[in-house]
Nanobody, 125 residues
Framework: QVQLVESGGGLVQAGGSLRLSCTAS????????MGWFRQAPGKEHEFVMA????????YYADSVKGRFTISRDNAKNTVYLQMSSLKPEDTAVYYC??????????????????WGQGTQVTVSS
């Protein structure tokens, strides 16, 4: 069973920064796309960013362009989400996910089968 564990969430003021981490186990990490999604209370899961197994290609939502960066360290089986210039509307539970088919490239949460438990990010105004 693939397991994903997120960490790094917290409370920050608008304009601040956080770095989230997601550590994976249970599959060859370098071969799998990894994605970050978020869910605000009462809202659907929203795509944030994704990265291919090699790290050569990244995908992002327009809402985080220029503010967030996704990266991975395959030697540590870890994917990161560096968040800067945070806004109150970024407040959500952030989840990392992996598709059932490791090489699948998708911005849709429905294509991600494995999920971490989530980490709360709260941005105060």
């Amino acid at each position: 069973q693939v397991q994903l564990v997120e960490s790094g969430g917290g409370l920050v003021q608008a304009g601040g920064s956080l770095r989230l981490s997601c550590t994976a186990s249970g599959r060859p990490f370098s071969s799998t796309t990894m994605g970050w999604f978020r869910q605000a209370p009462g809202k659907e899961h929203e795509f944030v960013m994704a990265i291919t197994g090699s790290g050569g290609t990244t995908y992002y939502a327009d809402s985080v362009k220029g503010r967030f960066t996704i990266s991975r360290d395959n030697a540590k089986n870890t994917v990161y989400l560096q968040m800067s210039s945070l806004k109150p509307e970024d407040t959500a539970v952030y989840y990392c996910g992996a598709p059932r088919m490791p090489a699948l490239v998708s911005r849709s949460p429905t294509d991600y089968y494995y999920w971490g438990q989530g980490t709360q990010v709260t941005v105060s105004s």
